[in-house]
């Protein structure tokens, strides 16, 4: 049987744009990594042994020089941190997998920098490990693929039927962490690549599948980034301090800020005209995507900054449909693009699970994220929830992962 993982460059993009800032400025960070099944009913006890034995091999793999290659001609990674890949071996002791409880726990804990990478190949591990045991693949595939080409059908109609929006639809796949598996989601890039223009179907978060199919990979921050400069500089002003030393790190380059990590207002009230000249634009990941867009472009013209040179790229939970819709809405008043992942690289005809994998501490202290959608918190501290939601304003969504 394949493995679910055979190059450590099987990721998302933006974990490696994190590790590096972890090595160059964050390099004493210590963190501890959570896995959490959110979806009610599903037991992944059983599959432990599986589950174990596909991290064991990932721990064994190492970067290629053709894939450092790769990444050496990617202008904004620095070559010291090329060379730290190059040398860069995943710990497996630094993974701890327990099935002695009521669930499966998995947890990840170290030095920021060597650990980062554990996150995204955990998640599809045991996302194909689950599927691989409770489904046939063959008949799941089958009717993958007539799902997707009747997405493809429909997205080709609308940009025929609405020329304008057409003309104005991107998107980039964000699949790979809850992909159905690894062979599957190459299969899902390939198609969409070659059915659609190169300017709507951007290309991929997953380096490895940019580099194999020759397109542009694409990534930024995710929010374990600013949940770490939480442990580095006083609360109330943590975001400012995350958005400088992104912009210290990367010069201009990866300019798509994270915005809700303690939701979008207070996100706002730190993207100052500095950062608004600075960064091409922001990343909505949970709350309303409307109601965001309305802020994001009432906050930039508020600063005299004309929003159609700015970037609004949506992210949580889309599909081509809500996508189309939000460029329809959005696309003649900002920049808009999407980032779509499961609906693209599990949508197989059986409910995709809803798994995650966050850094709940660093140096010792909590760290949490306070969405503007409640009840996506993953910190079990109450003490330092509340003192975050009093902070920013946000007791009436504050909400606890039991």
């Not at 920021?112 to 599927?131: C, G, K, Q, R, S």
């Not at 104005?168 to 809850?178: D, I, L, Q, S, V």
């Amino acid at each position: 049987m394949a493995r679910v993982i055979d190059s450590l460059l099987d990721t998302d993009l933006y974990k490696l744009s994190m590790q590096q800032i972890a090595l160059h400025r964050f390099s004493t960070a210590h963190v501890r990594y959570e896995f959490k099944c959110r979806t009610r009913g599903v037991d992944l006890r059983p599959y432990t042994a599986e589950i174990l034995d596909e991290l064991k091999h990932w721990a064994e793999l190492r970067f290629t020089v053709p894939e450092l290659d790769y990444l050496r001609a990617i202008r904004w990674f620095k070559p010291g941190y090329v060379d730290f890949l190059r040398d860069y071996k995943p710990r497996f002791q630094d993974v701890r997998v327990d099935d002695t409880g009521d669930e499966l726990s998995i947890t990840v804990e170290g030095n920021w920098a060597h650990t980062i990478l554990w996150e995204v190949p955990t998640l599809a591990i045991v996302n194909e490990v689950y599927f691989r045991n409770t489904q046939i693949a063959d008949s799941r595939l089958n009717e993958g693929r007539a799902r997707l080409d009747d997405k493809i059908e429909w997205l080709l109609e609308q940009g025929k039927a609405d020329p304008d929006t057409g003309n104005r639809f991107k998107f980039m796949e964000f699949g790979t962490r809850r992909r159905f598996s690894r062979i599957w989601q190459k299969e899902v890039v390939t198609l969409l690549r070659d059915s659609l223009p190169a300017t709507t179907m951007l290309g991929t978060s997953n380096v490895k599948l940019a580099m194999d199919l020759r397109i542009k990979p694409h990534g930024t921050m995710a929010h374990e980034y600013l949940q770490v400069c939480q442990a580095y500089a006083p609360i109330p002003t943590f975001l400012e301090y995350s958005l400088e030393q992104w912009a210290q790190e990367y010069r201009g380059d990866l300019g798509i800020a994270l915005s809700d990590v303690v939701g979008m207002d207070a996100f706002l009230r730190a993207f100052d005209l500095y950062c608004c000249k600075l960064f091409d634009g922001a990343r909505h990941d949970s709350g309303d995507p409307a109601e965001w867009c309305r802020k994001l472009i009432r906050h930039y013209e508020s600063h005299r900054i004309d929003p159609r040179t700015k970037l609004a790229v949506f992210s949580d939970g889309l599909t081509l449909a809500s996508s189309w819709e939000l460029t329809r809405l959005f696309a003649s008043q900002i920049g808009v693009t999407h980032g779509i992942g499961t609906s693209l690289t599990n949508d197989t005809g059986v409910p995709a699970l809803n798994i995650v994998m966050k850094i709940v501490e660093c140096n010792g202290q909590p760290v949490a994220k306070i969405s503007d959608s409640p009840g996506k918190a993953m910190c079990k501290d109450q003490v330092y929830l509340n003192y975050l939601a009093k902070v920013f304003g946000l007791e009436h969504q504050l909400a606890v992962e039991e």
